[in-house]
């Protein structure tokens, strides 16, 4: 049955990495909430999963330092690729003087690497710790950091138009 639920949540997060990548891809507007509702989402999700993992290790193991490093590393590289990210974002004011967003196919690009950067560093993280599913539950908090530090920067270029 633990198979099972693997598949599921494996098609979960590729769903929701998918919608992300998707709506990168659309020209919408720049809204001073609405970029931030995504990542608090994705947050929350993020540090019950966090804590999940953190019980799936400590169930058979001492958690040990080196998958919390590389768990911390790992998410500091989803701030870096937000950042890369952001910088590919066309940002301009619309016909009606409204500010408006478009992702560009380097922002497809980057969100690719960036999610593969993640499976190894939670396969990492996973083969540190010994036990559990820390590395791998974290997907959510690391697109949470990664799309909230994009948004930060792109609402920041916005309120400069």
Known sequence: MQGTNDGAALALAVLVVGLVVRQQLR???VRRIGSLVTPAVLGVLGVA???LGVASVVRDHRLAT???VLLVAS???AAGFGVARARTIRVWRGPEGE???????ATTGLWVASVGVHLGLGLWIDDAAGAGVLGAVSLYAYLAIGLGMQNLLVRGRAATL
Do not use: F, N
């Open 27 to 29: 020209t919408r507007p």
């Open 49 to 51: 999963g966090i804590a």
């Open 66 to 68: 080196l998958p919390v």
């Open 75 to 77: 998410l500091a590289v």
């Open 99 to 105: 500010v408006l967003r478009k992702g560009s196919a």
